[in-house]
């Protein structure tokens, strides 16, 4: 949905999870750009092929950069890279930085999920979580952080998911580390407060980015009381806002995007 109401006019926005075109990371670039903002894309690809998701291909970040940029947005892509190694996540904000000044919004959707009941756990699959979706988004906060204009407010926006409103139990790594970005929200966004920085975290419930098909897909679309899946776009509404000045009261809150979804039939 535009509103074009809500603008991001000089805006310095950057987002992680941006890696291909089905994906929330994508939608949220276009949408954030559409209202004005200067937009810095990551994402790493390998990891989408890997998965093998329908619509994955190498290259999708700087693609979509392209894109945008030939419909006179203001978006460059960033190097590709493994959020779980040690030295990646500042490395992503430098380079931010370095490709369209200091930055003043920060959009962590970014994540790593396999799913592994109890009996399969190892400590790889544990730390791979761990790794990518908690110590990756503390140190590219700290690193936010510090390259912030004094005289700017700035605004980060987190992604959790349903685990704290129901069990995940195939994926409880995940759901761990998702219930740790809520932690994470609710401590940060008190110790930022001073510096003028808000932070947030969205629950975009199950979205439509193309990971399910045929009976599973029908089965989670029934449980919608309006009958369809979430949508990129109807997160990226949210994340607009928040980023808007419309939000500016607005701090430490999870909020749940998710359309009434029901988790027993």
Same mark, same amino acid.
């Given at each position: 949905m535009? /509103?074009?109401t809500? *603008?991001l006019?000089?805006?310095k926005i950057l987002?992680?999870?941006?890696? *291909?075109?089905a994906?929330?990371?994508a939608?949220?670039a276009? *949408?954030l ?5 200067t $937009? ?5 690809s &390998?990891?989408d092929v890997?998965?093998?998701?329908v619509d994955a291909?190498h &290259?999708?970040t700087s ?9 006179n947005?203001?978006a460059v ?10 030295? !990646?996540a500042?490395?992503v904000? !430098? ?5 369209i000044?200091?930055i003043?919004?920060?959009?962590? /959707?970014?994540?790593?999920?396999t799913t592994?009941?109890i ?8 730390d791979a979580?761990?790794?990518? /979706?908690v110590?990756a ?6 690193a ?12 980060i926006?987190l992604?959790t ?8 139990i ?9 219930d ?7 401590q $940060?966004s008190a110790?930022?407060?001073?510096? /003028?920085?808000? $932070?947030?975290?969205?629950n975009?419930?199950?979205? &439509?980015?193309?990971y399910?098909f045929g009976?599973d897909?029908?089965f989670v679309?029934k449980l ?5 899946w979430g949508?990129?776009? &109807?997160?990226?509404d ?12 607005i701090t430490g809150q $999870?909020i749940?995007s ?7 039939v």
């Amino acid at each position: 949905m535009t /509103n074009p109401t809500l *603008r991001l006019d000089g805006k310095k926005i950057l987002i992680t999870g941006v890696s *291909r075109p089905a994906g929330i990371g994508a939608t949220l670039a276009t *949408r954030l750009s559409d209202a004005g903002a200067t $937009v810095a894309i990551h994402g790493y690809s &390998d990891y989408d092929v890997l998965q093998k998701y329908v619509d994955a291909k190498h &290259d999708a970040t700087s693609e979509l950069a392209k894109q945008l940029t030939q419909g006179n947005k203001t978006a460059v892509s960033l190097t590709a890279s493994d959020l779980s190694k040690s030295d !990646a996540a500042e490395a992503v904000i !430098a380079e931010a930085v370095q490709k369209i000044g200091n930055i003043d919004g920060l959009i962590l /959707n970014h994540a790593f999920s396999t799913t592994a009941p109890i009996g399969e756990w190892t400590s790889e699959h544990i730390d791979a979580h761990l790794l990518v /979706n908690v110590r990756a988004s503390m140190l590219m906060i700290q690193a936010f952080t510090k390259q912030m204009e004094i005289s700017k407010s700035g605004v980060i926006t987190l992604f959790t998911s349903g685990q704290y409103l129901g069990p995940m139990i195939n994926e409880i790594s995940y759901a761990v580390s998702k219930d740790a970005i809520i932690g994470l929200c609710k401590q $940060v966004s008190a110790a930022l407060a001073p510096q /003028n920085i808000r $932070v947030n975290c969205i629950n975009p419930g199950p979205n &439509d980015t193309k990971y399910s098909f045929g009976g599973d897909y029908e089965f989670v679309r029934k449980l919608f009381p309006a009958g369809r899946w979430g949508t990129p776009d &109807d997160t990226a509404d949210l994340a607009l806002f928040l980023h808007s000045d419309y939000a500016k009261w607005i701090t430490g809150q $999870v909020i749940a995007s998710e359309g009434g979804f029901r988790r027993t039939v």
